[in-house]
T-cell receptor, first 115, second 111 residues
Framework: EAEVAQSPRYKITEKSQAVAFWCDPISGHATLYWYRQILGQGPELLVQFQDESVVDDSQLPKDRFSAERLKGVDSTLKIQPAELGDSAMYLC?????????????FGEGSRLTVL | GESVGLHLPTLSVQEGDNSIINCAYSNSASDYFIWYKQESGKGPQFIIDIRSNMDKRQGQRVTVLLNKTVKHLSLQIAATQPGDSAVYFCAENGNTGKLIFGQGTTLQVKP
C-alpha cells in the first residue's frame, strides 16, 4: 500500500540551529500539506502545495520557516533558527486529485525536540 | 473564528462495549467532515467521512452521525477493541476548504 514517507522520524536540536524535514507524497498526489501538531492538540496547517506552487502559507511563520516543492513531487520544510516553541510533530500529508473525498493521507511524522 | 472541538478529552470504555465520541463544530459553511484516528507516535489515519447532504454514514464497525441543526458530529465504534485505543480527531473543511482539526479525544479501552 502506498504511503507518505517522511524523514527523519526524530530530530533533537539546540535552539538557533537549522533543521530540515523531508516528505515524499503518494505517487500521483498533486496536493501536499505540511502540518504542525503540538502535543495534545490537533494538527494545524502550515503550508499547502498544488504541484510545485504554494496554495496557502498563511499560517507559516515566514521569518524562520520555509517550504519548497521544486519539482512538484517531494518537499522540504526548513526551520532556521529553531526556537524552543518549535518542538512538535511535523506531519506531511498528500491528497489525490479532488474527486469524491477530501481525505488526506498522512505520513508518520517527524518529531522535533528543541533544547 | 473557526473552531472544531470535542466534548470530552478522554473516554474510557470496556472492551466489547460501544463507544461514542462527540464533536461540536462552529462553522455552518462546512460541508465536509472527517474522523481520524491517531495512535501514539504515528500520523493520523482516516476512519470515515461524511458530506453535509447526509446525516449518517456507516463503515466497518464505525458510524458517523451529522446533525447540522446543532452543528454536532459523532463517531460510534461498535464492539470496541483494544486496538481502537487512540486519539480521535474530527475535522471540518470550513470556509476555505482546508481541513481544520479539533483538539482530539483519547479513547482508552479497558480489557
Amino acid at each position: 500500500e502506498a504511503e507518505v514517507a517522511q524523514s527523519p522520524r526524530y530530530k533533537i536540536t539546540e535552539k538557533s540551529q537549522a533543521v530540515a524535514f523531508w516528505c515524499d507524497p503518494i505517487s500521483g498526489h498533486a496536493t501536499l500539506y505540511w502540518y504542525r501538531q503540538i502535543l495534545g492538540q490537533g494538527p494545524e496547517l502550515l503550508v499547502q502545495f498544488q504541484d510545485e506552487s504554494v496554495v496557502d502559507d498563511s499560517q507559516l511563520p515566514k521569518d524562520r520557516f520555509s517550504a519548497e516543492r521544486l519539482k512538484g513531487v517531494d518537499s522540504t520544510l526548513k526551520i532556521q533558527p529553531a526556537e524552543l516553541g518549535d518542538s512538535a510533530m511535523y506531519l506531511c500529508a498528500s491528497s489525490p486529485p479532488r474527486g469524491n473525498t477530501g481525505e488526506l493521507f498522512f505520513g508518520e511524522g517527524s518529531r522535533l525536540t528543541v533544547l | 473564528g473557526e473552531s472544531v472541538g470535542l466534548h470530552l478529552p478522554t473516554l474510557s470504555v470496556q472492551e466489547g462495549d460501544n463507544s461514542i465520541i462527540n464533536c461540536a463544530y462552529s462553522n455552518s459553511a462546512s460541508d465536509y467532515f472527517i474522523w481520524y484516528k491517531q495512535e501514539s507516535g504515528k500520523g493520523p489515519q482516516f476512519i470515515i467521512d461524511i458530506r453535509s447532504n447526509m446525516d449518517k454514514r456507516q463503515g466497518q464497525r464505525v458510524t458517523v452521525l451529522l446533525n447540522k441543526t446543532v452543528k454536532h458530529l459523532s463517531l460510534q465504534i461498535a464492539a470496541t477493541q483494544p486496538g481502537d485505543s487512540a486519539v480521535y480527531f474530527c475535522a471540518e473543511n470550513g470556509n476555505t476548504g482546508k481541513l481544520i482539526f479539533g483538539q482530539g479525544t483519547t479513547l482508552q479501552v479497558k480489557p
